[in-house]
C-alpha cells in the first residue's frame, strides 16, 4: 500500500501564475481533506471532501483557490494566480468516513512563489 | 469555536530525562483528542489517541476534561524521539481535525 499520494513534491512558479497540486488517497478512504501548513504553524484545513461532496470548505479562499474530487476519488487542488503568501506546503490526507479517527497524510507538496 | 493551543514551539530534554508536551484545546461539546508526530523527512502520522488509552513507544497522554488539556508525557526521552509533535481535536461527526501549532522536541544525548 503506497499510502496517500501526493504530487508534485515541489512547485516553484512566479507570481500570477497557475499551480495545480493532486492527491490519490489510500483505496477505500471517503474522506479526503486537503490542509495549509506555512512554516513554523500547525495544518490548517482548506477543504474536506465526504466522497465528491465537499462538506467543509469554509477556509478555501475562493476568489483563487479551488478544488474537485472528481468520482470521489482523486483530488485537485487549484491555485490561480498564485500569490507570494501562497509559498507553504500543501497536505492533503483520506480517512474512513466512520473509522477509527485517524489521519493518513501524504509527504505533501510544497509551493514556493516568486 | 474550536481551537487546541501548544504553548511551546521548541522543546529540549536531555536523553533519559522526563518528557512532557503541553496541549489545551477549548471546544463545545466532547471531542477526542489525538497526538501526532513529525520525524525528520517522513510524514506526519498518528501517535496516539485518547480513547484507545494506550502507551505507543511509551508516550502516554490523558485526557483532562476540567483543564481542557491533553498533554503528552514519557519519563525517559529517547533521541529518537526528537522530531515535531502536533496536538490535534476531533469534533462531533469525527471527521472534523484542528491542529495545534505544534512543538519540536529535541533530545540531547
Known amino acids: 500500500e503506497a499510502g496517500v499520494v501526493q504530487s508534485p513534491r515541489y512547485k516553484i512558479i512566479e507570481k500570477k501564475q497557475p499551480v495545480a497540486f493532486w492527491c490519490n488517497p489510500i483505496s477505500g478512504h471517503n474522506t479526503l481533506y486537503w490542509y495549509l501548513q506555512n512554516l513554523g504553524q500547525g495544518p490548517e484545513l482548506l477543504i474536506r471532501?465526504?466522497?465528491?461532496?465537499?462538506?467543509?470548505d469554509s477556509q478555501l479562499p475562493k476568489d483563487r483557490f479551488s478544488a474537485e474530487r472528481l468520482k470521489g476519488v482523486d483530488s485537485t487542488l487549484k491555485i490561480q494566480p498564485a500569490e507570494l503568501g501562497d509559498s507553504a506546503v500543501y497536505l492533503c490526507a483520506s480517512s474512513y468516513l466512520t473509522g477509527t479517527g485517524e489521519l493518513f497524510f501524504g509527504e505533501g507538496s510544497r509551493l514556493t512563489v516568486l | 469555536a474550536q481551537r487546541v493551543t501548544q504553548p511551546e514551539k521548541l522543546l529540549s530534554v536531555f536523553k533519559g530525562a522526563p518528557v512532557e508536551l503541553k496541549c489545551n484545546y477549548s471546544?463545545?461539546?466532547?471531542?477526542?483528542l489525538f497526538w501526532y508526530v513529525q520525524y525528520s523527512r517522513q510524514r506526519l502520522q498518528l501517535l496516539l489517541r485518547?480513547?484507545s488509552r494506550e502507551s505507543i513507544k511509551g508516550f502516554t497522554a490523558d485526557l483532562n476534561k476540567g483543564e481542557t488539556s491533553f498533554h503528552l508525557k514519557k519519563p525517559f526521552a529517547q533521541e529518537e524521539d526528537s522530531a515535531m509533535y502536533y496536538c490535534a481535536l476531533s469534533g462531533l461527526t469525527g471527521n472534523q481535525f484542528y491542529f495545534g501549532t505544534g512543538t519540536s522536541l529535541t533530545v540531547i544525548p
Open positions: 471532501y465526504e466522497n465528491e461532496e465537499a462538506v467543509d
Open positions: 471546544y463545545s461539546g466532547s471531542p477526542e
Open positions: 485518547h480513547i
